[in-house]
């Protein structure tokens, strides 16, 4: 059962979209988005979680700069969503993932997931919130790499991602070095079916070793 609800985030009220299992929730899974917002995509990617038993909640981050976003993969949805994340910047969106992580607790341990930019967010999580978080081809990692993560991490990287560089990788790996990162053989956005980058092979297997960190990381007790 999926649908949009209202989030209550402490300062304001934004849209999210919330998938929830048929049976007993093994966790919490908070799904972050590219820069295209909380599109078919990346509704489709929640309901994935919630099939593998998770309550699994998206938060739409842009509702604080414009609502209901939801940009096509072409220049000009890349064009605004960089327009868009400029405006956001991170605090909100760390705002918003607590609230999110707060609204699905009853589900039991909660992590983070995100792609692209919603990776960066993903992985800002882990250092400022500290929930178990996996990070799909964060282009701005390279960003936080002076702070210090305080949960479990996962990174997924594409060998060919002409936006990050396999020194990027190093940086990433090096200042986490007790986390699990992972290169396909793809580029950005290989995990997105809707896109021309998409790498089914490598989605796949990203898509089990995801499910498998949150079935060690969010086991309940």
């Not at 939801?70 to 991170?90: N, R, V």
């Amino acid at each position: 059962m999926s649908h949009m609800i209202k989030l209550d985030t402490g300062t304001t009220t934004i849209d999210a979209y919330l998938a929830e299992p048929s049976g007993k929730p093994r966790g919490g899974i908070v799904v972050i988005q590219e820069i295209f917002g909380v599109n078919s995509h990346i509704r489709d990617v929640t309901d994935r979680f919630a099939a593998a038993g998770y309550a699994a909640i998206a938060p739409a981050l842009f509702d604080h700069v414009q609502k209901g976003v939801e940009l096509d993969y072409d220049e000009a949805g890349i064009t605004k969503g960089i327009e868009l994340i400029g405006e956001l910047g991170f605090d909100l969106p760390m705002q918003d993932v607590a609230a999110a992580a707060r609204r699905i607790g009853d589900a039991g341990k909660t992590g983070v997931v995100g792609f692209c930019w919603g990776g960066t967010v993903a992985y800002l999580n882990a250092i400022r919130l500290g929930l178990p978080a996996v990070s799909y081809y964060g282009g701005g990692n390279t960003r936080f790499v002076g702070e210090k993560a305080t949960a479990p991490l996962m990174f997924h990287y594409g060998e060919n991602d002409a936006h990050i560089s396999a020194d990027d990788r190093a940086k990433v790996q090096q200042a986490n070095p007790q986390a699990t990162l992972h290169v396909y053989p793809a580029g950005h956005g290989f995990n997105c079916d809707q896109r021309g980058s998409y790498d089914a092979a490598s989605a796949r297997l990203a898509l089990q070793r995801t499910l498998d960190f949150f079935a060690e990381h969010l086991r309940n007790a």
